[in-house]
C-alpha cells in the first residue's frame, strides 16, 4: 500500500469518526490538534482503523502512540507482516 493509499484511508476514518468531510490529519497530528478529541473518540478512532485495515491494535499499541505518525508506522508495520 502506498503513503498517499494509507493517508487517505487513515484520513476516512478520521472523517467518519468526527463526521466532518474537511478533517485531513498529518504525522504530527495529536488530539490537542482536533476538537472534540477525546477518550470516547479516540477509542472510535481505532476500532475504525481496526475495521477499515483489518487489523487488531491492543491496548498497549495505543498506549505508545503519540501522534498520528505513530498510528501510519503501526498500520504500516501490521499490513507489511
Do not use: C, P
Not at 16 to 45: C, M, P, Q
Not at 46 to 66: D, K, L, P, R, Y
Amino acid at each position: 500500500m502506498s503513503n498517499e493509499e494509507l493517508t487517505a484511508r487513515v484520513d476516512g476514518v478520521f472523517r467518519k469518526v468526527f463526521k466532518n468531510e474537511g478533517i485531513s490529519v498529518h504525522r504530527e497530528t495529536t488530539a490537542k490538534d482536533i476538537a472534540g478529541w477525546d477518550s470516547i473518540t479516540h477509542l472510535d478512532i481505532i476500532s475504525g482503523m481496526e475495521e477499515e485495515f483489518g487489523v487488531e491494535i491492543t491496548g498497549f499499541e495505543v498506549m505508545n502512540m503519540n501522534d498520528v505518525g505513530d498510528l501510519y508506522d503501526l498500520l504500516t508495520q501490521k499490513l507489511e507482516a
